[in-house]
């Protein structure tokens, strides 16, 4: 089981995100749940970033909309850092 460790500028991104976007909390709570307990699961669509982003990888929260995170396979330590639509996450 890995540990998902909120920053304090992820919880503020993640609020206003949520408050954009309630019909989404449900799907939201589901993939940090899914995260937390199996991160390979297929259906968060885990996978490494590239170019500036390298360092991150994603999971999807639906076809829509991502979570960008610190994936510190080692520690078991996921770290959220963003959140919001593809291009949102991977293009700012």
């Known amino acids: 089981m890995a540990e998902i460790i909120y ?8 609020a206003k ?3 954009k976007h309630p019909e989404l909390l449900s799907q939201y709570e589901k993939t940090l749940k899914l995260l ?4 390979y699961h297929p259906s968060l669509r885990l996978h ?6 390298s360092k991150l990888h994603s999971v999807s929260i639906n076809i829509s909309y991502r979570i960008s995170i610190y994936f510190l ?5 996921i ?4 959140i919001g ?3 949102d996450v991977y293009y700012k």
């Open 7 to 14: 920053t304090d500028s992820y919880v503020k991104q993640a």
């Open 85 to 87: 639509s593809h291009d």
């Open 48 to 53: 490494k970033l590239r170019g500036k982003l």
């Open 36 to 39: 937390e307990l199996n991160p």
């Open 73 to 77: 396979v080692e520690d078991d330590k």
């Open 79 to 82: 770290i959220p850092v963003d």
């Open 17 to 19: 995100f949520i408050k």
